[in-house]
C-alpha cells in the first residue's frame, strides 16, 4: 500500500538550476496538491489540481509550475532555483471531502 | 482570508501528564476542521475530521473536540511515543464536491519525556 510516492526524497541544487520533483498516487484520488513546509511557517499550498487536466495557484506560487500527467501524476517544476527555495515539499491527494493523504517529501536544499 | 493559529508552539511533557494543544481558526463558514500528526522527516499522518461545533472524537489517549471558534486536541496519560508535531488545518470554501485547499497552523511540537 504505496499511498502517495515523492522522488527523488533528497536533492541539493546549485541556484538557478533547474529540476523536477515527482509525485504519484495509487488510490485513484481525483485531487493533487503541492505544499512547502518551512520552520515556523507550517505548511503553505503551492499549487493543486482538483482533477486531471486542471491546475490553480495556491498560496505561494511564484518560482514554480506544475503540470497534471495524468490521474496518477502530478509533477512540480522549478525553472530557476533560488536560494529562498530551501524548503522541504510534500505532494498530497484527495477524494471529494475526505482527508488529504500526504508523501514522505523531498528535502530540496539550493545553494 | 483564513486564518489558523496554534498553540502552544512547543509542549514538553512528562509521561502520565495529560494536557492540551490549541487550535483557533478564522474562517467564513467551517467546513470542517483535520488534525494531522507528523513525525520527524515523514509527512502528515491523518488523525481526525470534526465538522460541527460540539463534536468530538477520540483515538487512543487522544481525543479531539470542536466550538465554534477553535479545537483542542486532548492527550490523556501520554506516552513517548506520543511525541510528535501536531498540525490542524482547514478547508477552503471553494464549494463543490470537494474541500479544495487546505489552510493549516504551524503546529505544537509534542515532546513527551518518559
Known amino acids: 500500500n504505496a499511498g502517495v510516492t515523492q522522488t527523488p526524497k533528497f536533492q541539493v541544487l546549485k541556484t538557478g538550476q533547474s529540476m523536477t520533483l515527482q509525485c504519484a498516487q495509487d488510490?485513484?484520488?481525483?485531487?493533487m496538491y503541492w505544499y512547502r513546509q518551512d520552520p515556523g511557517m507550517g505548511l503553505r499550498l503551492i499549487y493543486y489540481?482538483?482533477?486531471?487536466?486542471?491546475?490553480d495557484k495556491g498560496e505561494v506560487p511564484n518560482g514554480y509550475n506544475v503540470s497534471r500527467l495524468n490521474k496518477r501524476e502530478f509533477s512540480l517544476r522549478l525553472e530557476s532555483a533560488a536560494p529562498s527555495q530551501t524548503s522541504v515539499y510534500f505532494c498530497?491527494?484527495?477524494?471529494?471531502?475526505?482527508?488529504?493523504?500526504f508523501g514522505d517529501g523531498t528535502r530540496l536544499s539550493i545553494l | 482570508e483564513d486564518q489558523v493559529t496554534q498553540s502552544p508552539e512547543a509542549l514538553r511533557l512528562q509521561e502520565g501528564e495529560s494536557s492540551s494543544l490549541n487550535c483557533s481558526y478564522t474562517v467564513s463558514g467551517l467546513r470542517g476542521l483535520f488534525w494531522y500528526r507528523q513525525d520527524p522527516g515523514k509527512g502528515p499522518e491523518f488523525l481526525f475530521t470534526?465538522?460541527?461545533a460540539g463534536e468530538e472524537k477520540e483515538k487512543e489517549r487522544l481525543k479531539a473536540t470542536l466550538t465554534k471558534k477553535e479545537s483542542f486536541l486532548h492527550i490523556t496519560a501520554p506516552k513517548p511515543e506520543d511525541s510528535a508535531t501536531y498540525l490542524c488545518a482547514v478547508p477552503s470554501n471553494a464549494g463543490g464536491t470537494s474541500y479544495g485547499k487546505l489552510t493549516f497552523g504551524q503546529g505544537t511540537i509534542l515532546t513527551v519525556h518518559p
Open positions: 470534526l465538522y460541527s
Open positions: 488510490m485513484n484520488h481525483n485531487s
Open positions: 489540481s482538483a482533477s486531471e487536466g486542471t491546475t
Open positions: 498530497a491527494s484527495s477524494e471529494g471531502k475526505q482527508p488529504q493523504h
